[in-house]
Nanobody, 120 residues
């Protein structure tokens, strides 16, 4: 099975920036979409951004214009560049890879999360 490992989280002041990375390793599968999600204390996990194999990108309205998602050409690493961070951005950030296995069965893999804290 493939594993996803997030990194780059930390503490930043409001208005600051962070760059998150998510690296895939292990057994390969055909990845069609990679994305970022976040979950704040007491809140449901919410979608942040996705990027497809073909490079199509979508953002949640709450982060549009401030966050940028990107990937390597092999779809093994996905990044989230975050600018102008706000206190409401504080959360555990998770990456997800979605695709199909060798039998074309849908498959989703989640990372373990990386913590982003935004405070003065």
């Amino acid at each position: 099975q493939v594993q996803l490992v997030e990194s780059g989280g930390g503490m930043v002041q409001p208005g600051g920036s962070l760059r998150l990375s998510c690296a895939a390793s292990g057994s390969p599968f055909s990845v069609n979409v990679m994305g970022w999600y976040r979950q704040a204390p007491g809140k449901e996990r919410e979608w942040v951004a996705t990027i497809t194999r073909g490079g199509s990108i979508n953002y949640a309205d709450s982060v549009k214009g401030r966050f940028t998602i990107s990937r390597d050409y092999a779809m093994t690493t996905v990044y989230l560049q975050m600018y102008n961070l706000k206190p409401e951005d504080a959360a555990d950030y998770y990456c997800k890879a979605a695709g199909v296995d060798s039998s074309f069965r849908p498959l989703e893999v989640w990372g373990q999360g990386t913590l982003v804290t935004v405070s003065s």
